[in-house]
């Protein structure tokens, strides 16, 4: 088992990085870090008191909340294709998949929200990503007991997606219908036909 630098296990075989928070990064259990550098504390000190002006200067804020980088880009997070749900409590309903990773689960706290199928996970079922550098959707099984289906094959690691494809997790059938891709992208400008 791998341990993110959030304190989540994860099996590394299965997945490249934390299926919780999507961190990559091992942590040395009992040896002490220092959470910042001596260069960090210069650069604030800096920051506060600018040489020759004598006075303080407030803080930046930072929430630290992370930020796509369409939402960082264009001030919103686009939406890069949907899934349909084609069969189970919610035939006919959509849900937007908007660009890098999108968890799914029954929860509220989930990109994408599934109720009403308790054979459903309530966090990270599994998870959809699209890549705005090679205009890719991907799927990944969360870290849930829950399997995940495309196309009627297990979901075991990454597995790109196509249009149209059938993803079964739980006793819900979800559509998968791309919006970005070879034909267009979203930019800083709002978008770009391919």
């Not at 959809?128 to 399997?147: C, Q, T, V």
Request: net charge negative; aromatic share 8%.
């Amino acid at each position: 088992m791998k341990r993110c630098t959030n304190g989540h296990y994860y099996d590394e075989a299965k997945h490249s990085f934390c299926p919780h928070c999507g961190v990559n990064i091992d942590l040395n259990l009992g040896v002490t870090m220092p959470k910042r550098s001596i260069d960090d504390d210069l650069s604030k000190t800096k920051a506060l008191f600018p040489s020759g002006t004598g006075q303080k200067t407030p803080p930046s804020q930072n929430d630290g909340k992370t930020v796509a980088v369409f939402r960082k880009e264009m001030g919103i997070d686009p939406v890069v294709g949907w899934l349909v749900c084609i069969e189970g409590a919610n035939k006919g309903k959509d849900y937007r998949i908007h660009s890098e990773r999108n968890f799914i689960g029954r929860s509220e706290t989930m990109d994408i929200v599934i109720d009403g199928d308790d054979t459903i996970s309530r966090e990270n079922h599994a998870i959809i990503s699209y890549s705005p550098k090679k205009r890719l959707f991907r799927i990944y099984p969360g870290d849930s007991r829950g399997l995940v289906y495309l196309n009627d094959e297990e979901v075991i690691t990454a597995d790109e997606l196509k249009m149209y494809d059938i993803i079964e997790i739980g006793k819900t059938k979800l559509m998968f219908v791309p919006f970005c891709g070879e034909g267009f992208e979203w930019n800083e400008e709002g978008m770009k036909k391919g």
